[in-house]
């Protein structure tokens, strides 16, 4: 497990993924257009990640009101995805990295090979698409999310 997460100031990878609905995202979909608040997690239906989404979840507006879009990531399938979505009331995209699996954790540097599951990495990439704030946490390690919210304040322009 490296799992160091790709430094701010790298160009983010793009990457496209289908959502709990099937649909596709691309990260490129947002360029020039917002920023995105990337979230890595291991498993839906898994306390902890149903913990930290539920708190992203109630606090999403300090993130909309930002004009940041928000979307969240893990090697669960569409089908998984849906039905923890719709049990939790999540109001942004959950997408599936199932297949080929985990390769966009892969790119982000946050895959846990051994338990075949992302790592908690968050990455905050700006309408240029460059990584303006990141931050892994190891399995079992809920992460803090006032530091993304500092980081969201911080692309504002002054």
């Known amino acids: 497990m490296t799992g160091q997460g790709l430094a701010v100031g790298a160009t983010a990878p793009d990457f496209t993924l289908p959502d709990a609905n099937k649909t596709p995202v691309s990260l490129s979909d947002f360029r020039g257009k917002q920023p995105v608040l990337l979230v890595f997690y291991p498993f839906a239906f898994s306390g902890v990640c149903t913990g930290e989404l539920c708190q992203l979840r109630d606090d999403l507006s300090t993130f909309a009101d ?22 939790q009331g999540y109001q942004f995209p959950l997408l599936s990295d199932y297949w080929p699996h985990g390769a966009v954790a892969q790119a982000y540097d946050v895959f846990f090979d051994k338990a075949g599951m992302a790592l908690r990495g ?6 240029d698409g460059v990584i303006r704030f990141a931050e892994v946490n190891p399995p079992g390690q809920a992460r803090d999310q006032s530091a993304w919210q500092r980081a969201v304040s911080a692309l504002a322009p002054a």
């Open 122 to 127: 968050t990455f905050l990439v700006d309408v």
């Open 66 to 87: 930002a004009g940041v879009q928000v979307l969240a990531i893990s090697c669960d399938t569409a089908q998984s995805l849906k039905a923890w979505g719709e049990q």
